[in-house]
């Protein structure tokens, strides 16, 4: 197949490339370049080798094998001990064993229902709270597992991890395990904790039991009190009312005495009443007539006195005996006067006798009805206090009597309340001796033997985790690595495999890099015939990326292989000192019009190629009337076949960014080990930007022994003429 380049079109290049750029992509089948096929720039962009990785990081490898290997020295020392080992078994019944407190069974659901409550169970044995209580609960034990200076908190913590819980396939058990470096105190710790569980399990299947159980003994005592307080009530009462029993049917005793009383009150009060009446009636004070009354009635009494009545029978007798005596007499008889004078004075005795006696009579019938009536009000207010003592004895009565009925049935409440109480307390007290549903099946004892010893298991680990480790390590370094090592890397970012890479220049590889760079020169060649493209400008991602070196080793080049080339030096941003000359005053003249191309022209040598320098710029690091180039360029193509600029870096200069889109072919050239993965990103971007008319990147400086060793490879090909066999995996007699 006859030599070819192929320029894309920008449409072509738009839709297979997702941008704007176009790629320049030259196939060669000349036997020159057969040598170097599998490292070509489409061809040579392999995965990363380990090998080749592990290689060029000899140290990090070994590094890392050794600290793997320090580091788990300690590790070892302290995990590699026998290990021993204690376990228990928990018993996980399916059915709630019957009580005496109530005659039946609970039983699980379903057997999904049961597997949730084995594994609720297996997630609380070892719960902070009962490993902080197994622990103090061991007291001097505890020091098998508790460090020196630790509290309590912590080794809880640490027994919380160290402990294997794990509920037994097909069986209903639950084991308990700990492990240790000592014998000594494991089934004890072990055992604790089991034990202390199974109580809170108790504990938790009737919640809270121990204060119900506490409140309702606290209910009980108080109710106990208040029987004591009520059954001493009632005893008082019963002392006081004088009484045995309490019935409702009881009559109250002071209820007739009420009665008995009311009753002679009401007597008193009619005695009372006529007694004021009768004092009344011949009181002078209280009415008209009373003295009178009174008189009458003296005269009536004093008219029935015997001694009166004696004396006037005497006097009567007399009388007649006087009257008996005048009679016949004168009146001035001697005699007759005497006995009238006697019967005078019998007269007056008489009168006297009668007035006397009725003042008496009198004074005697007034002093008597006014103590009647006295006598009478003062029975009267007797009785009266005496029906108000017995109506508040009655009411006292019947009101403690009253209360001794309601203290009896209040006691008789309470004690109704005290059997109920008492029953729930020893209910709550059966139930909580219940079997329940678990229960320890197997104690933990004190291993005779280690379970394992982890020492052997452990120096294999960290070996083999060394080696693994010495081995990832420089593949990720390479992996990780920002920088661009291959074409593969370039390739990934700008979508497009590069033009050409060349090698890092060794003092035994002047003839390989001399090969690339006419590989190089050659491409140019068959694009400049083909696609008529005669201007190319050199631009590299970052400053000091070896473009003005590579411009005049290709420019060297390709005046070698009888193509008329000129450099021009268009970089103002940093000249290089070795395209000056004191004959030319170089492109910033020729931009400005102030002389002609053909004069600021240096004719070339063995070491250098025609070339214009970029003259005198007094310190700007912009070129002149920037504008004029392109006419300057196309102007150099009339004499030479191709043109290479020289330009600024893309990321820095903007003039780099004007020259690129006036020229045929910009060339990116990326630094390997020094571009990294985001610059590279940026300048595809500003290239996408610009839609130049073709682009092309070459690798520069690629270091030989780099992430999978392409370069170096090439160079041994080249150097020996032979290619590599490939993996022992590509080997003929494997499929023979």
């Avoid at 208040?226 to 059954?231: A, D, F, G």
């Avoid at 979508?495 to 090969?515: S, V, Y």
């Avoid at 190319?536 to 080339?565: D, N, W």
Wanted: aromatic share 6%.
């Amino acid at each position: 197949m006859a030599d070819s380049t192929i320029l894309e079109s920008p449409d072509l290049a738009a839709s297979d490339q997702a941008s704007s750029s176009k790629e320049l992509v030259l196939h060669s089948s000349s036997k020159r370049h057969e040598t170097s096929r599998q490292v070509s720039a489409d061809e040579t962009s392999s995965a990363i080798s380990p090998l080749v990785s592990l290689k060029n990081h000899k140290r990090l490898a070994l590094r890392v094998f050794v600290g793997v290997l320090l580091l788990g020295v300690p590790i070892v020392g302290f995990f590699g001990h026998p290990q021993y080992s204690a376990s228990a078994s928990v018993y996980v019944s399916p059915v709630f064993q019957a009580n005496l407190a109530a005659n039946r069974e609970v039983e699980q659901k379903s057997n999904y229902e049961y597997r949730e409550y084995v594994l609720q169970n297996v997630r609380t044995i070892d719960r902070f709270d009962i490993l902080l209580e197994a622990l103090r609960g061991l007291g001097k034990k505890a020091a098998a597992w508790t460090r020196p200076g630790e509290t309590d908190t912590r080794a809880a913590e640490r027994l919380q991890k160290a402990l294997k819980i794990e509920a037994v396939p097909d069986t209903y058990q639950i084991t308990v395990t700990l492990e240790g470096t000592q014998p000594d105190g494991l089934a004890d710790i072990v055992n604790a904790v089991v034990n202390t569980y199974l109580l809170k399990a108790k504990s938790e299947e009737f919640y809270a039991s121990d204060e119900r159980v506490k409140n309702l003994v606290a209910d009980r005592e108080r109710l106990q009190k208040e029987v004591e307080t009520k059954r001493a009530r009632r005893v008082q009462i019963s002392q006081d009312l004088g009484v045995g029993t309490f019935s409702e049917n009881y009559v109250n005793p002071y209820d007739q005495l009420l009665v008995d009383a009311k009753e002679a009150l009401q007597d008193a009060t009619t005695q009372n009443i006529s007694a004021q009446a009768h004092l009344n009636e011949i009181d002078g004070k209280q009415r008209e007539g009373g003295a009178a009354a009174l008189q009458a009635l003296a005269l009536e009494m004093a008219s029935k006195d015997q001694a009166l009545t004696s004396l006037l029978a005497d006097q009567n007798l007399r009388r007649t005996q006087l009257l008996t005596s005048i009679s016949g007499l004168s009146p001035d008889h001697p005699g007759r006067k005497a006995a009238e004078r006697e019967l005078a004075t019998l007269d007056k005795s008489r009168a006297d006798a009668y007035a006397r006696l009725i003042t008496t009579y009198s004074s005697m019938i007034l002093q008597q009805r006014q103590s009647e009536a006295y006598r009478t009000e003062q029975v009267k207010e007797k009785l009266t206090a005496q029906v108000a003592q017995q109506a508040s004895r009655a009411s006292w009565f019947s009101s403690n009597y009253q209360e001794g009925i309601q203290v009896g049935g209040d006691l008789e409440a309470l004690r109704k309340r005290l059997d109920a109480l008492q029953e729930r307390i020893d209910s709550i007290s059966l139930e909580r001796r219940a079997p329940g549903f678990v229960r320890m099946f197997s104690s933990a004892r004190t291993p005779d033997q280690p379970s394992k010893n982890r020492g052997k298991k452990l120096i294999m680990l960290f070996l083999g985790a060394s080696v693994l480790l010495a081995l990832i390590a420089p593949v990720l370094a390479d992996a990780l690595d920002p920088r661009i090592h291959s074409t593969r890397d370039v390739e990934a970012i700008l979508g497009f495999a590069p033009l050409a890479w060349i090698l890092e220049t060794q003092k035994d590889g002047l003839d390989f890099a001399r090969e690339q760079i006419f590989r190089l020169a050659n491409r140019m060649t068959q694009e400049q015939q083909t696609n008529k493209s005669s201007v190319f400008a050199f631009t590299s991602v970052k400053a000091r990326g070896g473009v003005s070196t590579l411009v005049k080793e290709t420019a060297k080049a390709l005046t070698r292989l009888g193509v008329p080339t000129l450099v021009v030096e268009a970089n103002a941003y940093r000249a290089d000192p070795r395209y000056r000359s004191p004959d030319s005053r170089g492109l910033s003249v020729v931009l400005q019009n102030l002389q002609e191309l053909e004069s600021v022209i240096v004719q070339g040598d063995s070491e250098m190629p025609d070339y214009v320098p970029v003259g005198d710029l007094q310190s700007e690091q912009s070129l002149p009337d920037l504008q004029n180039l392109r006419d300057v360029l196309r102007q150099a193509t009339e004499s030479y076949s191709i043109v290479i600029v020289d330009i600024p870096p893309l990321l820095v200069s903007a003039d780099a960014e004007f020259i690129a889109r006036g020229c045929d072919v910009l060339m990116l050239v990326i630094e390997a080990e020094r571009t990294t993965k985001a610059e590279l990103e940026r300048a595809a971007k500003s290239l996408e930007r610009l839609q130049a008319q073709a682009v092309s990147a070459i690798l520069n400086r690629v270091d030989p022994h780099a992430a999978n060793g392409f370069g170096k490879r090439a160079f041994d090909e080249f150097k020996t003429g032979t290619t590599d066999s490939g993996s022992m995996w590509l080997s003929p007699w494997l499929w023979k």
